[in-house]
């Protein structure tokens, strides 16, 4: 071989060599440091994001169901229940004495991803889903004994995956079902059949921006109006009717507040009645008519999901994730003017937080699980005085940890539902908790959806898949 060809071969393999070498780090190192949708920031508000035209409501189906709708009076009509408290009423006892098998089962039903609770009204289950194969966002009705699906009514909304999709809870009142969808598209349907009674595009009627993991916020329905956060360019709440989708009212948005996760609450604060909604940028409130009262934005966490808390006459306990902590607001009023301003505020490390559930208030003592940022606290079950806050009161201990998981307080006691679907019994005594039973209810995980409980019947979801239980404690005898 001569020198010249062997100096030929040499150059070959060094450049076949260097071809080698791109290829490889083009796809074992430039690809691993692809970045997956988490429940952390994701920068999803610098995104531009495609405009659609959505036909809300377009599809519908029917399903053929030898189920009987049973008289049932028990109902949670909406987020947090009948008063927006998650605090349950029943007439008797719940059966907390588990065998190895757990609880009564009367059904399970697989869900898209997501989080969205369910709501029972009529002796039916509503759940706004999304359905993966349709790309669709889809509010579907179930028999409330069976679980057989009778109808479900729906539209095309093709979105990415960002760490689930559906996270809201729909609205029930004389006879219309309301539901917010991920895009923010309200849908208004007759309860009973499904008809579509009317529609709303939250983006394209008001300019509103959709909150980084879509929209998580509950529709409030009072005095035969949904009331909504709309956080749009020149509008900030605005009330619909119930029957119609008309519009009542609009509050207009003077400070330029965005959507949040959070809901609209409604409040008495002063001796008056009054809408407040946390909104990305600041709180605010308005009369039942949409004229502002007040609006605070000195405590604004780029993350809002839990609801304020009313914890006495004019004060509010405010609380976000992502290490923003937890506020206590104050609302005085002089002759007809109304003022709010920050009373106090902590990091969650040093006192009572929340990152997505709406803490519970029973009396004088607020309970709450604390975010995963809350130290040695982290995830715990926390007791607190509101007249003594920061400080906590009581904690479940170090080895009764709840991640992100939901809670109710029913038959003296709290049901806490844990990120990987454990389902445990709490009662409070003597500033003490204590365990009275546990069990796996669920199989997947992040089961964050909030809890449903009618009549003793509770349904829970985790990210895939709802159950029913059957808890009354004459069924299990």
Same mark, same amino acid.
């Given at each position: 071989?001569?020198?010249?060809?062997?100096?030929?071969?040499?150059?070959? &393999?060094?450049?076949?060599?260097?071809?080698?070498?791109?290829?490889?780090?083009?796809?074992?190192?430039?690809?691993?440091?692809?970045?997956?949708?988490?429940?952390?920031? +994701?920068?999803?508000?610098?995104?531009?994001?495609?405009?659609?035209?959505?036909?809300?409501?377009?599809? =519908?189906?029917? =399903?053929?169901?030898?189920?009987?709708?049973?008289?049932?009076?028990?109902?949670?009509?909406?987020?947090?229940?009948?008063?927006?408290?998650?605090?349950?009423?029943?007439?008797?006892?719940?059966?907390?004495?588990?065998?190895?098998?757990?609880?009564?089962?009367?059904?399970?039903?697989?869900?898209?991803?997501?989080?969205?609770?369910?709501?029972?009204?009529?002796? $039916?289950?509503?759940?706004?889903?999304?359905?993966?194969?349709?790309?669709?966002?889809?509010? $579907?009705?179930?028999?409330?004994?069976?679980?057989?699906? &009778?109808?479900?009514?729906?539209?095309?909304?093709?979105? $990415?995956?960002?760490?689930?999709?559906?996270?809201?809870?729909?609205?029930?009142? +004389?006879?219309?079902?309301?539901?917010?969808?991920?895009?923010?598209h309200v849908m208004?349907?007759?309860?009973?059949?499904?008809?579509?009674?009317?529609? $709303?595009?939250?983006?394209?009627?008001?300019?509103?921006?959709?909150?980084?993991?879509?929209?998580?916020?509950?529709?409030?329905?009072?005095?035969?109006?949904?009331?909504?956060?709309?956080?749009?360019?020149?509008?900030?709440?605005?009330?619909?009717?119930?029957?119609?989708?008309?519009?009542? /009212?609009?509050?207009?948005?003077?400070?330029?507040?965005?959507?949040?996760?959070?809901?609209?609450?409604?409040? *008495?604060?002063?001796? *008056?009645?009054?809408?407040?909604?946390?909104?990305?940028?600041?709180?605010?409130?308005?009369?039942?008519?949409?004229?502002?009262?007040?609006?605070?934005?000195?405590?604004?966490?780029?993350? /809002?999901?839990?609801t304020p808390l009313?914890?006495?006459?004019?004060?509010? =306990?405010?609380?976000?994730?992502?290490?923003?902590?937890?506020?206590?607001?104050?609302?005085?009023?002089?002759?007809?003017?109304?003022?709010?301003?920050?009373?106090?505020? /902590?990091?969650?490390?040093?006192?009572?937080?929340?990152?997505?559930?709406?803490?519970?208030?029973?009396?004088?003592?607020?309970?709450?699980?604390?975010?995963?940022?809350?130290?040695?606290?982290?995830?715990?079950?926390?007791?607190?005085?509101?007249?003594?806050?920061?400080?906590?009161?009581?904690?479940?201990?170090?080895?009764?940890?709840?991640?992100?998981?939901?809670?109710i307080y029913v038959? +003296?006691?709290?049901?806490?539902?844990? +990120?990987?679907?454990?389902?445990?019994?709490?009662?409070?005594?003597?500033?003490?908790?204590?365990? &009275?039973?546990?069990?796996?209810?669920?199989?997947?995980?992040?089961?964050?959806?909030?809890?449903? =409980?009618?009549?003793?019947?509770?349904?829970?979801?985790?990210?895939?898949?709802?159950?029913?239980?059957?808890?009354?404690?004459?069924?299990?005898?």
């Open positions: 071989m001569t020198a010249r060809a062997l100096n030929f071969i040499l150059k070959t &393999l060094a450049v076949a060599a260097a071809c080698l070498g791109i290829w490889h780090y083009l796809t074992y190192t430039t690809l691993r440091h692809v970045e997956y949708a988490e429940p952390v920031r +994701d920068k999803s508000e610098n995104r531009v994001v495609k405009k659609m035209t959505t036909q809300i409501g377009a599809d =519908f189906k029917k =399903f053929e169901s030898g189920a009987k709708i049973q008289t049932f009076g028990a109902e949670w009509p909406c987020f947090r229940g009948v008063s927006r408290d998650n605090l349950a009423k029943y007439d008797g006892h719940l059966t907390r004495t588990w065998d190895e098998a757990g609880p009564k089962v009367l059904w399970r039903k697989p869900l898209g991803e997501g989080y969205s609770g369910a709501i029972v009204a009529g002796g $039916r289950v509503y759940v706004l889903d999304y359905i993966e194969e349709d790309s669709s966002d889809a509010l $579907r009705c179930f028999e409330l004994f069976s679980g057989e699906e &009778l109808w479900r009514r729906g539209y095309k909304n093709p979105i $990415r995956r960002n760490h689930g999709k559906s996270r809201t809870i729909p609205a029930f009142s +004389d006879g219309v079902v309301v539901s917010l969808g991920p895009a923010a208004a349907v007759d309860a009973v059949s499904g008809d579509l009674l009317w529609t $709303r595009d939250l983006v394209e009627a008001y300019g509103a921006e959709i909150p980084q993991w879509y929209a998580g916020q509950c529709p409030l329905i009072e005095d035969g109006r949904v009331i909504l956060g709309v956080g749009g360019e020149k509008v900030l709440m605005t009330a619909l009717d119930l029957r119609s989708g008309e519009t009542v /009212w609009e509050m207009p948005n003077e400070h330029g507040l965005k959507m949040s996760h959070s809901s609209v609450v409604s409040a *008495t604060l002063c001796g *008056t009645k009054q809408y407040v909604y946390a909104g990305i940028g600041g709180i605010c409130a308005c009369d039942p008519q949409g004229k502002q009262l007040w609006i605070c934005t000195k405590w604004k966490p780029a993350v /809002w999901a839990p009313v914890i006495g006459d004019g004060r509010l =306990f405010l609380t976000a994730g992502y290490g923003a902590g937890s506020a206590t607001l104050a609302v005085t009023k002089d002759g007809d003017a109304f003022t709010a301003s920050i009373e106090q505020e /902590w990091k969650p490390t040093q006192g009572p937080a929340s990152e997505q559930q709406t803490p519970i208030l029973i009396g004088d003592t607020m309970f709450v699980i604390q975010p995963k940022d809350a130290g040695a606290r982290r995830a715990e079950f926390i007791a607190a005085d509101v007249s003594a806050l920061p400080a906590v009161k009581s904690e479940s201990g170090k080895d009764a940890r709840f991640g992100l998981g939901p809670y038959d +003296d006691a709290f049901w806490i539902l844990d +990120d990987e679907g454990v389902l445990s019994v709490y009662e409070y005594k003597d500033d003490r908790f204590e365990r &009275l039973a546990t069990h796996k209810i669920l199989p997947g995980a992040d089961s964050w959806g909030p809890i449903a =409980f009618a009549g003793g019947l509770m349904i829970l979801r985790d990210s895939t898949s709802m159950v029913c239980l059957d808890l009354r404690n004459e069924v299990q005898q």
